[in-house]
């Protein structure tokens, strides 16, 4: 889906034209911006999304074992996004089932490690540690893509982690949980490097298919070692699949492929950091309580947002062929 107007992405991680423009790299209103913040404003929409699942996530996993809850949301996903659009499944070429599938496959295992990362480590301190793939992804970038980070994105990385930090912390050591944890925060910041590199000039569902369908694979074998039972155990459960299915998956990542073709992937990571925020609003809606800490919290991270909103540059464009759009 590539056009002019997008952020230049290098088509695969080896072998691209070298980079070495300020991250973020995408220009204001003009020039595509309108573009660039329906992005934006869409990436967003689906980063409340998954805060919303928090509350239906704890609620269903008590009745259902979180690996074969994760297999059953990614089934029902995948196949949703397959019945709505059979053709952009068929259209969808050898490169574009590899990639998707490598993309799914960091996915898969960051979920895979976050689940058995909670067996040893508390839940706020597993949110924190996966939060830090907003540091990672610029750190990958750097390296894979030889991108260069801009002072005001290392400045809004700083305002994301405390932030974070605030939200999610009381107190951290390091053990298994948390090594596993760590692990799963690099395997999303590379699902979100992945998807910027990978995205641009190409079918975005037919993306999302094989992310889905990769997953679900990686997530029943998961479960397969403690006996896999996809089939929810009553209604509430259904209700619960259906929801993350849906929305939290097959949407989600077809307006996550999409968006990643306008914004860079470190600016993609610093909105995802406001799954948190969302999560603890929506718990307070619902009753929770919210402390004056948590508040600073939330504050930071859209602080974080800002900074790396307002320190976004031009990108100085490459003269160089038009990616070919996906079959």
Partial sequence: MGTAETDPQPS??????????????????????WRV??????????????????????DVTRRMPVLDFLAARFVVGAL???????????????????????????????????????????????????????????????????????????????????????????GISLGPGELLTLGCAVCIALQILGTSAW????????????????VAVVASAAAAVGGLNI???????????????????????VIQTWAQTRISATRAAVIMTLEPVFTAVIGYLAGHGLTYRQVCGAGLVLGAML???LGSTPAKRQHRPAAMPQR
């Fill in 231 to 253: 089939v929810p155990p009553d209604a509430s459960s259904w209700l619960a699949v259906l929801w993350t299915a849906g929305f939290a998956t097959a949407a989600a990542l």
């Fill in 307 to 309: 900074v790396v909103e």
């Fill in 37 to 58: 913040l329906t992005a934006v404003v869409l990436l967003v929409g689906v980063t409340a999304v998954w805060g919303s699942t928090f509350l239906v996530i704890q």
């Fill in 80 to 170: 949703a996004l397959a019945l709505v659009r059979p053709r952009a499944v068929v259209r969808l070429d050898t490169a574009g089932w590899t990639r998707g599938a490598a993309l799914g496959l960091a996915l898969g295992v960051a979920y895979a490690l976050q689940a058995f990362g909670l067996h040893y480590t508390s839940a706020t301190v597993s949110a924190f540690i996966t939060g830090l793939f907003v540091v990672f992804t610029p750190l990958l970038a750097a390296v894979v893509l030889r991108q260069r980070v801009a002072l005001a994105t290392w400045a809004g990385l700083a305002l994301a982690v405390s932030g974070l930090g605030l939200l999610t912390l009381r």
């Fill in 12 to 33: 695969h991680f080896k072998g691209g034209p070298e980079r070495r423009d300020p991250i973020p790299a995408t220009s204001g209103l003009g020039q595509g911006g």
């Fill in 199 to 214: 995205a641009t000039g190409r079918n975005p569902y037919g993306l999302a298919f094989a992310q889905a369908l990769t």
